[in-house]
């Protein structure tokens, strides 16, 4: 039986979603600087389903980058990917942004160090071993470092070590400067999410659908009034 399944990414640029059926992609599509992609991403997704000829109901799971990342991304990532599961009856799968930079480390038996952007400043950071077969072991828990900590903890391996990843063009020129540190540009791809969800599905992994929710760092401030720009008095 064929397995056909709709991920997304609205964690990180460029946002993207994809149809897959097996090892094919039947649709894909990515994007930069768009709020507008997360949404109407339920209705582009509707769109290339009617345009590919696929039916809702034919979806064996749907999958998504559930954090860190953008807060509204995350949300609607989450939401619409919970709706389509409880709507279709069919299970629903997530790993983090760190996470899927990992499994796209084509290189067997390395270590690598996985790295995303956080706030301005700051990045998140995490160790994982890609082994000789299809697994990748999580080697440290993912953290929250300022740019210079990141550098100076990389300054300090003594062995080659590979990172893989998304920097901004100061933090990679100086990555770059360190011996043997190899940094690899690595954009999240709709299509690793496939790949991890057939696994999951070939393992009888258990839905996520009853826990899952946004992966968040620093909570966001949404709905919180600060004080100092703020033109409402307290009366207290």
């Known amino acids: ?19 897959y059926k097996d090892a094919d992609i039947i649709t894909e599509c990515y994007q930069r600087s768009s709020r507008k992609f997360s949404e109407t991403l339920v209705d582009r997704l509707k769109e290339e389903c009617a345009v590919n000829n696929i039916s809702y109901d034919s979806l064996s ?7 860190p990342g953008s807060y509204t991304g995350l949300r609607i990532s989450v939401s619409v990917a919970k709706t389509i599961a409880y709507a279709l009856n069919i299970p629903v799968f997530s790993c983090t942004a760190l996470q899927a930079i990992s499994l796209q480390a084509t290189v067997a038996n390395k270590t690598y160090i996985t790295v995303v952007p956080s706030k301005r400043g700051f990045v998140y950071v995490q160790l994982f071993n890609c082994g000789s077969g299809l697994g990748v072991e999580d080697v440290t ?3 929250c470092i300022t740019i210079e900590q990141f550098l100076h903890l990389i300054s300090a391996f003594k062995a ?7 920097l901004d063009e100061e933090t990679k020129k100086s990555v770059e400067e360190i011996k ?20 999951c599905l070939k393992r009888n992994v258990k839905s996520e659908f009853n826990h899952i929710k946004p992966f968040y760092f620093h909570e966001p ?16």
């Open 1 to 19: 039986m064929s397995i056909i399944t709709a991920t997304f990414n609205l964690a990180y640029e460029p946002f993207g979603f994809g149809l």
């Open 180 to 199: 043997d540190i190899y940094f690899f540009e690595s954009y999240i791809l709709c299509k690793t999410l496939h790949t991890y969800i057939v696994d």
């Open 141 to 143: 828990e993912p953290i």
């Open 160 to 166: 080659p070590m590979n990172i893989v990843g998304i």
């Open 61 to 67: 799971a749907v999958g998504l980058i559930k954090g």
């Open 221 to 236: 401030n949404i709905g919180i009034i600060k004080k100092k720009n703020s033109k409402f008095k307290s009366s207290y």
